[in-house]
């Protein structure tokens, strides 16, 4: 029985490009934590680069309260929750992505990862669309102590879109080969991983400029 369930196990993870070896089997049969260690020491450390930048925000919010509180306004929240939903929105669609892609349905993962990277490109269009209206106003990083952190932390935000954008072609690449490597799995749970860090960046973003008061 054991000789029957191991032969099984293998076989199915050598069509998804998944290492033969019997624990590596059995762990990922099992379920086990996307990707590697390294994307996972990489994200703790961005998010504790962000946690500063949070810090000081909130920091300056404190020293200024009148200045942030005339400031927000100026902001459109409708551009922000649209953006909010566009990125919610592109993360389910890597999601389930990366659940196709171990299941071996190419066709969905590459549909799937192609809409995930049409939703990012649409948040950046818009962000753009919300600077230039921004400028347009006379709204620069040199108005005001609020308006420099929402530009200088928005524009790295969006930064770490793009570099997520060039990791989803990746994903997109992968899914459509009509063969999987050893490590291809692990490459694609490296991309999403990535991926919904970004997202999760801005849902703490989204609130502390456009909803705080």
């Not at 990707?35 to 450390?45: A, K, N, T, V, Y």
């Not at 991983?193 to 960046?201: E, S």
């Not at 801005?202 to 456009?210: E, G, N, Q, R, T």
């Amino acid at each position: 029985m054991t000789a029957r369930t191991d032969r099984t196990g293998t076989a199915g993870l050598s069509s998804a490009g998944d290492p033969a070896d019997g624990k590596q089997t059995s762990r990922w049969l099992r379920g086990h934590v996307p990707g590697e260690p390294g994307i996972w020491l990489f994200i703790f450390g961005d998010m504790c680069v962000f946690a500063v930048f949070f810090a000081v925000f909130l920091r300056a919010r404190m020293q200024e309260p009148a200045l942030f509180a005339q400031s927000r306004p100026e902001l459109s929240i409708a551009l922000g929750t649209v953006n909010t939903v566009v990125l919610l929105t592109s993360s389910l669609c890597v999601a389930l992505g990366v659940r196709a892609y171990r299941r071996s349905e190419r066709t969905t993962a590459v549909r799937l990862f192609t809409g995930a990277m049409g939703c990012g490109a649409g948040f950046l269009v818009i962000k753009l669309v919300e600077y230039a209206t921004k400028l347009a106003a006379g709204i620069t990083p040199a108005t005001n102590t609020f308006f420099l952190y929402y530009f200088i932390f928005t524009a790295i935000h969006a930064v770490h879109v793009v570099l997520g954008l060039g990791g989803l072609t990746v994903l997109r690449a992968f899914a459509g080969k009509h063969t999987r490597g050893v490590h291809d799995l692990r490459v694609v749970e490296i991309g999403a991983t990535f991926w919904h860090m970004v997202d999760l960046l801005w849902i703490v973003l989204f609130p502390l400029f456009y909803l705080a008061s």
